[in-house]
């Protein structure tokens, strides 16, 4: 089963996991410690992650060290600099239209 990136960021689990590994390599057990999920959870989560190309595993002796990849990071960043044209142009109004209502306030 092939999960889209917003599928497998939508899990609070797994973005915890990211916002973990965003720090750098960490092993499982920390990853249990800190993420407060079970050790079949953050197995299952990091194979979810694994399996869309978010986080690559180094093995270090007994160790298993997780750490993520930038590249659906980018790919992320460039489906959002498609919408951000949009986004601007929206701010860019509403901050005229705020100016505008304090430049009136400021006349009364």
Do not use: C, K
Request: no cysteine.
């Amino acid at each position: 089963m092939q999960l889209d990136t917003f599928q497998v960021l939508a899990d609070p689990t797994r973005r915890r996991i990211v916002e973990i590994l965003a720090s750098g390599e960490h092993a499982v057990g920390d990853l249990i410690d800190r993420a407060g999920v079970h050790q079949s959870g953050v197995s299952r989560h990091l194979r979810i992650l694994g399996d869309a190309g978010f986080v690559t595993m180094r093995p270090d002796g007994t160790r298993r060290l997780y750490s993520l990849r930038p590249e659906p990071f980018r790919e992320l960043a460039g489906w959002l600099d498609r919408y951000r044209a949009l986004w601007d142009a929206r701010l860019d109004r509403f901050a005229a239209a705020v100016e505008r209502r304090e430049r009136r306030r400021n006349r009364q």
